[in-house]
């Protein structure tokens, strides 16, 4: 029997209503799914839908119709405490605007996501500086968000999303916020990583030369899903646009 997707959404709605019979359909029956492994782009203008559907992958809210659904399990059907186990051990999220906390150190903000799970101070600690070591930050432990520049804030918050070995990272425009050669060192190395590790990398952007490293592309216009594109060589570009 074949095994579940890591990932898939099937036929999902979002609609959100603001005011007295104001609708707005923000998805309109999108499907898609993720492998494990799998490296995504999912692409599309500003009011395309791109932060609705991944609020809805990554468990943070849940669809007015359609399923999603991890190994099989439709998180509708899971309560608010297994909803936060999902996310804690299943999905490392990174953000366009970092999402340090200002105060807590670069090995403190990756150890926080470890403070739900067993395991001594030292472990969690030590975790952390493994994972900063990845990022190439083993040098930066000890600073604070605004004492790195927007390329180390970004490497932080990609270890942190790394610490608990999830098995899905989710990128939101991960390279938003950053210069043209920075943005690319970010996805040179979420890259390599997806590719040691083997964690299913899926990256929602508006660029297309962002999109474009991806094994695979899925367009997303106004709410559904207008095209997927796959490569036939899966082979990441380290090279400018």
């Known amino acids: 029997m074949t095994a579940a997707p890591l990932l898939e959404a099937v036929d999902v709605e979002r609609i959100y209503r603001p005011g007295r019979d104001i609708e707005v359909h923000a998805l309109r029956g999108v499907t898609l799914s993720v492998e494990r492994g799998d490296h995504v782009a999912i692409r599309g203008s500003s009011g395309s839908g791109k932060s609705t559907l991944l609020n809805l992958l990554g468990a943070l809210d849940r669809p007015t119709a359609g399923y999603v659904r991890y190994d099989g399990r439709d998180v509708r059907d899971l309560s608010d405490p297994e909803l936060a186990e999902?996310?804690?051990?299943?999905?490392?999220?990174?953000?366009?605007?970092?999402?340090l906390l200002p105060r807590l150190?670069?090995?403190?903000n990756v150890a926080l996501p470890l403070i739900y799970r067993s395991g001594t101070h030292r472990s969690r600690r030590d975790r952390a500086l493994a994972a900063l070591e990845a990022v190439g930050l083993s040098d930066r432990v000890r600073h604070r968000p605004s004492e790195?520049?927007?390329?180390?804030?970004?490497?932080?918050?990609?270890?942190?999303?790394?610490?608990?070995?999830?098995?899905?990272?989710?990128?939101?425009?991960?390279t938003g916020n950053l210069d043209t050669a920075t943005g690319l060192e970010i996805m040179a190395l979420l890259e390599?990583?997806?590719?040691?590790?083997?964690?299913?990398?899926?990256?929602?952007t508006h660029e297309q030369h962002v999109a474009e490293r991806a094994r695979r592309q899925i367009e997303l216009?106004?709410?559904e899903v207008t095209g997927e594109h796959v490569r036939v060589d899966p082979t990441p570009r380290r090279g400018a646009p």
């Open 86 to 99: 999902l996310r804690n051990t299943t999905i490392g999220f990174v953000f366009q605007s970092f999402q």
């Open 221 to 223: 216009r106004d709410g």
């Open 105 to 108: 150190t670069a090995l403190d």
């Open 148 to 174: 790195l520049s927007g390329g180390q804030q970004q490497r932080v918050a990609i270890a942190r999303a790394l610490v608990t070995e999830p098995a899905l990272v989710l990128a939101d425009e991960p």
């Open 192 to 204: 390599d990583l997806h590719e040691e590790q083997g964690t299913a990398l899926v990256v929602i």
